[in-house]
């Protein structure tokens, strides 16, 4: 079938890290020049969307309108309010995530918050595990942005949200309700904002564990390009096979599928 609609990852699949992936820059162009709908879905919680789009054009040659951009920080609050449970959150994130919690006036509460939400910190302490880890256990809601446990990089495979999240489920022994890929929450928001059916659909992504699992578990087709942190070798020992696997993204044709 032609596929009328595209959700893509970003990390690992149209840049990594501070790298370029130039077949990924061609695959954004290639889908503008179409015309084809698609939407850039991202566990990363860093950045807002505003950044984001101001790297995607000043590093990595892409140009793209902020409506394209869902982050797993925008499915959060998305989910924060439609459980209506309090405006009160602690969050481990960065501005990205903080940023957003805060403009949809959540105000912080370090000892009896509503929610604590934890998404990817690189200036991560023990006081703030230790704070976290005290309001889960007087009751706050513990959502995870995403269940990255790694993010490819320049420099390799490094810690994500995800192991941060699984440092805390050891510490209050209580799960996180994750949001991010591959979960219903973001991927049913996406293809909401995206105005396509899930059967006409395909997501893309370099991650089996997270961009096509969310395809697999919500019934949509998925794309599997090994440029990032699912590699080549591993593709045959994968207990559910993508629909298609690339080497590179300059190997899809939109017409010959």
Do not use: C
């Amino acid at each position: 079938m032609t596929y009328k609609g595209y959700l893509i990852d970003l990390d690992g699949t149209i840049y990594r890290g501070k790298e370029r992936i130039p077949a990924g820059e061609r695959f954004i162009q290639r889908l503008q020049a179409r015309k084809l709908p698609y939407m850039l879905v991202t566990n990363n919680t860093m950045r807002t969307p505003e950044m984001i789009q101001e790297m995607l054009a000043s590093q990595f040659n892409i140009q793209t309108s902020l409506r394209t951009i869902y982050t797993a920080t925008l499915a959060t609050v998305d989910y924060m309010n439609d459980m209506n449970r309090g405006k009160t959150a602690y969050v481990i994130g960065e501005v990205g995530l903080k940023s957003a919690i805060e403009e949809a006036g959540y105000r912080e509460d370090k000892k009896n918050p509503a929610y604590v939400v934890v998404g990817l910190d690189r200036q991560l302490t023990y006081d703030m595990v230790a704070t976290a880890t005290l309001a889960i256990q007087r009751g706050a809601i513990f959502i995870g942005t995403n269940p990255d446990l790694n993010i490819p990089t320049e420099k390799g495979l490094v810690p994500g949200a995800g192991s941060i999240q699984a440092l805390l489920e050891a510490a209050t022994r209580v799960k996180p309700i994750i949001i991010g890929k591959p979960e219903a929450v973001i991927v049913n928001n996406a293809l909401e904002h995206l105005g396509v059916s899930r059967r006409e659909a395909i997501m893309v992504g370099d991650n089996y564990l997270t961009d096509i699992m969310a395809g697999i578990k919500n019934d949509v087709a998925t794309l599997l390009v090994t440029t990032g942190f699912t590699k080549a070798e591993e593709v045959a020992s994968l207990p559910t096979q993508p629909d298609h696997v690339l080497f590179s993204l300059d190997e899809w044709d939109f017409d010959e599928i």
